[in-house]
């Protein structure tokens, strides 16, 4: 058996002091989170996130080490703690203290793939909201010097918009630049919420919600659960460079993002399988329209929720209509998380177990080789699926979402396998692919959808 591609050399402690410390109750993005973790058990990882990013140039420990510490300093969401009080949850800004980094010597492996391991490992273990840092760090030579910077983080301290901003400011403080402070941190947008015009544009929100979860369906599937697997939850993947071409395609040709032709075409094939009229989807929204959250490092992230009545007609219609439910979730997935809980309660049971989340930050794939949009079908030989994981339990029926590549779309599915097998996840993944690439040709009824995707038979009989 081999060993790990790296092998440890020594601990460093890298001290901070920011401009301010503090205490303040959780954002609306935060609570999001917050909510959850008290579902999960103690110490569960779900909500950590790897990351590596890399060292450019030909610094020293100490300038990648004090480069840290500047990251550390500029942002309160990354010396922030989270706590349950009496009055509500709260994050407590520390101003000042130290964050341990271990320094790793690469082995056998690239620094990257070493970093990417090592920060696997690190998110292994969750968090201890209320006395740990956010973020976990080590640093991976080779050669003597730092090649890469391998973390974890807690998804209450950044998104993936965050992770983007905190790559860039990287790239500038290793190169010496100064940047300017910033001017908005998740201690403002708390402040902000509890204001007039932020209590107002939450209560927009929920009026919203009430409108649509009054016509919305009490159950996902009228089938009744099966025998799952053991882990009851499956989650599988594809990378399909002829996704990415159709739907880029596709966004051009019909006047809509690439994200609403992949939201459309998963609540539609969901709806085809299910033989509902009307697709019902929590669309988790970056809610980064508000000019002064774009250079937040924080979470903004919460559910909005999508709604699509399909129409008569082609897969055509449906996406533009599916485009235009898309912008109007945006503005409404901005709201205080538990008055929502308390809503959904009110109206009585909806099932909302079923998910889309479009994690890129970079639009349309901007590395995928311009030629290939030429004939989207010829790179159906290339594409992949596979097997990502399984869990005992997750607050989910059906989850569809991105992933970051710029150059090839990856597309995940997670199942309850009690309702929708792993044979059948598979076959969602694949009919996206088939129907996209379809639509770049011809014009696609809804009517046949089930039949051109294969999914006729994708249930077992069962479950019919």
Same mark, same amino acid.
């Given at each position: ?10 601990s460093?402690?890298?001290e901070?002091t920011?401009e ?10 935060q609570r999001?989170?917050?909510r959850?973790?008290r ?6 990882? +779900?909500?950590?996130?790897p990351?590596?990013?890399p ?10 080490l004090r ?5 550390v300093e ?12 009496p ?7 520390a101003?000042? &203290?130290r964050?341990t980094?271990?320094i790793?010597?690469a082995?056998?492996?690239t620094?990257?793939?070493?970093a990417a ?15 740990e840092?956010?973020l976990?760090c080590?640093?991976?030579t080779?050669?003597g010097r730092?090649?890469a910077l391998a973390?974890?983080?807690s ?7 965050a992770?983007?901003l905190l790559?860039a400011?990287w790239?500038r403080?290793?190169?010496?630049e100064?940047?300017?402070p910033p001017a908005w ?5 708390a ?6 015009k932020?209590a107002?544009? &939450?209560e927009?929100?929920l009026?919203h919600?009430?409108s649509?979860l ?10 009744p659960? &099966?025998?799952?697997?053991d882990p009851r939850?499956?989650r599988v ?13 596709l966004?051009e040709?019909?006047?809509v993002?690439?994200t609403s032709?992949?939201l ?5 094939l969901?709806a085809t399988?299910t033989?509902?009229g009307?697709a019902?989807?929590?669309?988790i929204?970056g809610?980064?329209?508000?000019p ?5 490092v924080?979470?903004?992230v919460?559910d ?5 009545d399909?129409?008569d007609g082609?897969?055509?219609?449906a996406v533009r209509? &599916? ?9 409404h997935?901005h +709201?205080e998380?538990?008055?929502m809980?308390?809503?959904r309660?009110?109206a009585?049971?909806v099932?909302?177990?079923a +998910?889309?989340?479009?994690?890129r930050?970079?639009p ?10 030429l ?7 290339r594409t992949k699926?596979?097997f ?11 989850f569809?979402?991105?992933?970051p590549?710029?150059h090839t ?5 997670l199942?309850d ?6 044979s059948?996840?598979y076959?969602l993944l ?6 996209l690439v379809?639509?770049v040709?011809?014009?696609?009824p809804?009517?046949?959808v089930a039949e051109?995707?294969?999914l ?6 069962e479950m019919r």
């Amino acid at each position: 058996m081999t060993g790990p591609p790296f092998a440890w050399l020594r601990s460093a402690t890298v001290e901070f002091t920011g401009e301010r410390g503090g205490e303040a109750p959780l954002t609306w993005g935060q609570r999001s989170i917050w909510r959850i973790t008290r579902w999960l058990e103690d110490g569960d990882p +779900y909500f950590n996130t790897p990351w590596v990013l890399p060292v450019p140039g030909r610094p020293d420990l100490d300038t990648v080490l004090r480069a840290l510490g500047t990251l550390v300093e500029r942002h309160e969401s990354l010396r922030t703690t989270c706590q349950e009080t009496p009055e509500g949850p709260v994050q407590r800004i520390a101003s000042v &203290g130290r964050l341990t980094v271990e320094i790793f010597d690469a082995v056998d492996a690239t620094p990257r793939q070493a970093a990417a391991e090592l920060a696997g490992e690190l998110a292994t273990k969750g968090f201890d909201y209320a006395a740990e840092l956010p973020l976990r760090c080590a640093v991976v030579t080779a050669d003597g010097r730092p090649r890469a910077l391998a973390l974890a983080l807690s998804h209450l301290a950044v998104d993936a918009w965050a992770l983007d901003l905190l790559a860039a400011e990287w790239r500038r403080l290793l190169a010496g630049e100064d940047l300017p402070p910033p001017a908005w941190q998740p201690m403002d947008q708390a402040a902000f919420e509890r204001s007039g015009k932020g209590a107002e544009r &939450g209560e927009r929100a929920l009026r919203h919600w009430r409108s649509v979860l009054e016509r919305a369906p009490g159950t996902l599937f009228d089938h009744p659960p &099966g025998t799952p697997e053991d882990p009851r939850f499956v989650r599988v993947g594809m990378e399909s460079a002829a996704v990415a071409a159709a739907a880029r395609v596709l966004a051009e040709r019909w006047s809509v993002s690439t994200t609403s032709v992949l939201l459309t075409a998963s609540a539609v094939l969901l709806a085809t399988l299910t033989a509902r009229g009307t697709a019902v989807m929590q669309f988790i929204v970056g809610n980064r329209h508000d000019p002064r959250l774009r250079d937040m490092v924080g979470t903004a992230v919460q559910d909005g929720l999508f709604v699509l009545d399909l129409p008569d007609g082609m897969f055509a219609d449906a996406v533009r209509a &599916g485009h235009r439910q898309a912008l109007i979730t945006y503005r409404h997935a901005h +709201y205080e998380p538990y008055a929502m809980m308390a809503l959904r309660e009110e109206a009585g049971p909806v099932d909302l177990s079923a +998910y889309f989340n479009d994690v890129r930050t970079v639009p349309a794939w901007p590395n995928l080789p311009a030629q290939a949009t030429l004939d989207p079908a010829a790179l159906t030989g290339r594409t992949k699926t596979f097997f990502v994981g399984a869990w005992a339990e997750v607050d989910a029926k059906v989850f569809f979402a991105t992933g970051p590549a710029t150059h090839t779309c990856q597309l995940y599915l997670l199942t309850d396998t009690a309702y929708l097998p792993r044979s059948t996840a598979y076959a969602l993944l694949r009919g996206v692919e088939t129907l996209l690439v379809r639509c770049v040709t011809e014009e696609v009824p809804l009517g046949r959808v089930a039949e051109i995707c294969g999914l006729t038979d994708a249930l077992p009989e069962e479950m019919r």
